[in-house]
């Protein structure tokens, strides 16, 4: 019989075995290279337009811990955790690159740990891809190396509802749990208490979770301790702050803010009142597209959820493990994300896409976890992954665009606030010194000096307190140009433009004076120099020539008002005077210029502001009250609410330039007599007097009320007893505007000179 046998079993043989064990490949690091690259963008973006200077919430937050420089007004709604995050460094260094570069480490290490927690619950290039679509927002990437304290809101918000769930699995995720919400609570005390509230109920509710429920009362409570304690030490309680804070943030209540929200999309980064246009709407498509995608892996994870329950009841059995998706990791992210967006969005009338950070880092792990489910269930898994990778990577490069925008717009207003506290440097504000008005915060930080307000939600004093500080230490009040008068206080402080910003800088009479003969190089009495020189002539409004000399000003209205035209000179482009009539309108405290759009001389001034109106000398053979000119510079008035006062109490023909007439000098000639009267006054100066007699003599000087001594005739001295160094007087001819003659001085509380008075 023959075997048949052999050959079954030679060709059943079994192959031999390597004897090598398999090799271990290791997973790609998606995650650690997302937060590199993410520090790589602001290293190479970011920081360097906004490496030179602090913005206002930010030079806020600093100055709480910087020991250099006095501490801003901290309001109500804010919260100490990001000032205590960078104490330590500013307590090093003063250095703001070194600041942004640390926080920009700091930020990609957060990224990385935060998203790191979820790899234990969904697949780690789900992980990587969520962190990648929240860090390449352009606001996340403009935020990690800002102190603000959204963006560590929205890591510490990952990391918090990762950390509760895996609880039930780990025994130590109760205590990271606790801590990391400790940290947001501090950070943000109210966003908080909006991430804690979805956690209390889900522990509470749920049997698995209950664990969870220690670390999360003890998480709020320990990260709320410091803001409660300044409640009751600052405010008088709890509820009090809260009320102080519901007014700062513009009334609490019902306010659907999600129209405000959308047109902040791509900046301004903050909107208030949120009237700006929604530029560029094709750069939106993922914001828009973030509430579909959401609700289409909420309906996924719970079609998910029925197909596993299905092959039990069947009796299939249980599907094998695998750290997909599932009910619990995608709709918690969901709940929280929607509580932390609900005061944003329906209970403040104002928005900044800061404010969604945590509810846009919370969706990215549904949606991420979407992605690879839709790669999984397509036909073709490789098309639909390289289709996939071509929207993400759009979407993170229109990111980028917006992001060089943004930064640039950072630049230039961060920029303004150093500049103009480089100008207060230049004009001798040294610490301690106190700034006041527009913008005051950031500006004084950057000088080093105290800052304040008395109105508005960062009311940190009264009028008359800051009138008792301005009289004895440097202040400097800031006015926009263009945007309205000083406040009543300081109608008659002296206004110095501070150069290559929006801004002029208003300074108390005697500040001013001091200021002056400091250039000048006049010794002063009274308090020691602490203002040094000046490199423009000071101005006021009209309204403070009228505070300081109300007689002057009142005859030189009345002249101005004897005719309808008079003639205003202004700088033509090529530095020549150009000569144009005009009309004069005082009111309301203020010289108006107003002329016809497009007119050469509004251009003019627009140019170069600086001009000169001389009244209508009339058809008399000499000017009736004698002649009065008014120089100074022009501020185009661009508030449309002060437009259209203007325009529906004069009625001019539109469209119109509007311009404030912000004085340097007002300059009134007379003849009494056989003598030519000169009577000059400038802000921060007394009225000076010059009298010429019809001789080759030298000028006469006016004795000042309650002097019975006579004038002097060389050396003349003004009446403080202060040497002048205007120049020599001349010899013959009439005094020239060039090299003015020494005045005498006359107290700014005299009466009108004689000739002044109306008829």
Sequence with gaps: MENTAAPAAAAARPRPHSSEPPRYRRPAPWLGLVALAYAVVQLAVVIPHTGHALGWDESVYV?????????????????????????????????????????????????????????????????????????????????????????????????????????????????????????????????????????????????????????????????????????????????????????????????????????????????????????????????????????????????????????????????????????????????????????????????????????????????????????????????????????VALQVASQYAVLSHAAGQSDTVNGRYRTAADALARMGLRPPCLVIGDRALPIAYHAGCSSAQTSGNNKSLSTSALLRRAGREPTALLVKRGHGRPPSYARDWIAYPLRGTEWNAHLPVEQAREMEARKSGQETSGKPGTMGGMTMNPTTSWSGFQAAEPGFATAAEDRFGRYRHHVLATLRQDGAPRLTPFEVDFRDGELWLGMMSESRKALDLRRDPRFSVQANPGPEAGPVDGDVRVSGRAVEVTDPEVIARYAEAVRPPEPFHLFRAEVSEVVHTSVEGSELVLRTWRPGEPVRILRRGGDDGPPRVETPPGDGGPAPTEGLSSTDGTSSTDGPAPTNGPPREESPPRYETVPSDASVPPGMERD
């Design 63 to 391: 100055s709480q811990v910087d020991p250099r420089n006095p501490a801003a007004f901290f309001s109500a709604p804010r919260s100490r955790g990001i000032s205590l995050l960078v104490a330590p460094i500013v307590a090093a260094t003063s250095s703001i690159p070194v600041l942004r570069v640390l926080l920009t480490v700091l930020s990609a290490l957060a990224l990385y740990t935060s998203f790191r927690v979820w790899t234990r619950l969904l697949p780690r290039t789900t992980v990587a891809l969520a962190a990648l679509l929240f860090s390449g927002l352009w606001i996340t990437m403009i935020s990690g190396p800002a102190v603000m304290p959204n963006l560590w809101v929205a890591l510490g918000a990952v990391a918090t509802v990762g950390w509760f769930l895996r609880v039930p699995a780990d025994r130590n995720a109760r205590w990271w749990l606790a801590a990391v919400l400790a940290g947001v609570t501090l950070v943000r005390t109210p966003d908080g208490g909006w991430l804690g509230l979805p956690l209390l109920v889900a522990a509470i509710a749920v049997r698995t979770w209950r664990p969870a429920l220690p670390a999360v009362v003890g998480g709020l409570l320990l990260g709320a301790a410091q803001w409660i304690g300044e409640a009751y030490d600052r405010f008088g309680g709890i509820t009090q702050r809260l009320d102080v804070s519901s007014d700062v943030e513009g009334g609490m209540g019902l306010h659907f803010a999600v129209g405000a929200a959308l047109r902040s999309l791509n900046g301004p980064q903050l909107c208030r009142p949120c009237e700006v246009p929604l530029r560029h709407p094709e750069l939106t498509v993922w914001w828009l597209a973030l509430p579909l995608l959401t609700a289409v892996a909420l309906v996924a994870a719970l079609r998910d959820r029925h197909r596993r329950r299905t092959r039990v009841r069947v009796g299939l059995g249980r599907p094998e493990p695998r750290r997909a998706p599932g009910l619990p990791t995608t709709l918690l992210p969901v709940i929280c994300a929607g509580a932390l967006a609900l005061p944003y969005l329906l209970l403040i009338d104002y928005s900044a896409p800061r404010f969604l950070m945590p509810t846009y880092a919370l969706l990215a792990l549904p949606i991420a976890g979407l992605v690879f489910r839709a790669v999984r269930i397509a036909k073709s898994p490789r098309h639909m992954a390289v289709a996939l990778g071509v929207v």
